[in-house]
């Protein structure tokens, strides 16, 4: 049963490109999370998606992030013009559905993003 | 805003001795839920063990136990035997039912041979 899924693992752009971050849920979730990981530093909630739904988005930077998670496929996260700062480990988790009493998130490995 | 302290940056110990890794947090909610993740140097996120808040019985993983004190709003990991693959980054997070994950700055733990 493969884990969550995320491509790619290393992502590099230049300063004003786009990086698209891709990430499969475990099979039979369909409760997307994605957090941000800055250097020695911990994982800070973005946002928080069910199938075609964002439910949270309050972690999102207002400008230049959004993220989808479409009926078929996997969820992106999509960060235009990039900028130095935005360069971090950007990890996606998945669960089953909202109840955390029966299982909790599972993480992928994580897409490390550097900006040129 | 739920907040979670770790106040110890960096923990060295020696195979096989027992550690203990402090965690703090702060909320007004009754109902949540506790975690301990293990950040090897692979960099990825493994969840380690979990408390439920409702829940007086300390949680235990094989040889990872916690310390969970719900007045003191205390959540201490203790891993016993320690091994050499337990080298990692631990981080101690809190979630309530808007399920966001709240991730404290973390612990860095070399296990020495």
């Known amino acids: 049963n493969a884990g969550v899924m995320q491509n790619p693992r290393h992502l590099v752009r230049r300063r004003g490109q786009e990086a698209r971050l891709r990430c499969s849920p475990m099979?039979?979730?369909?409760?997307v999370y994605w957090y941000r990981q800055l250097p020695e530093e911990g994982l800070k909630f973005m946002v928080y998606?069910?199938?075609?739904?964002?439910?949270?988005e309050s972690g999102m930077p207002k400008e230049r992030f959004s993220a989808e998670f479409p009926k078929e496929g996997p969820s992106i996260l999509r960060i235009q013009q990039v900028v130095r700062g935005d360069s971090a480990a950007y990890f996606c988790?998945?669960?089953?559905?909202?109840?955390?009493?029966?299982?909790?998130?599972?993480f992928g490995d994580g897409t490390r993003l550097s900006i040129l | 805003a739920q907040t979670v302290t770790q106040s110890q940056p960096e923990m060295s110990v020696q195979e096989a001795e027992t550690v203990t890794l402090s965690c703090t947090y702060d909320?007004?909610?009754?109902?949540?839920?506790l975690f301990w993740y293990k950040q090897p140097p692979s960099r990825q996120m493994i969840l380690v063990i979990r408390?439920?808040?409702?829940?007086?019985q300390n949680a235990t993983e094989n040889r990872f136990s916690v310390n969970f004190q719900k007045a003191a709003k205390s959540f201490s990991l203790k891993i016993s035997d320690s091994q050499l693959g337990d080298t990692a980054m631990y981080f101690c997070a809190f979630m309530k039912h808007d399920q966001k994950l709240v991730f404290g700055q973390g612990t860095r733990l070399t296990i020495n041979p």
């Open positions: 099979k039979g979730h369909s409760h």
């Open positions: 408390q439920e808040a409702y829940k007086q």
């Open positions: 909320t007004s909610e009754n109902n949540y839920y």
């Open positions: 988790a998945s669960s089953r559905d909202g109840q955390v009493r029966n299982q909790p998130q599972h």
């Open positions: 998606l069910q199938k075609e739904n964002i439910i949270d």
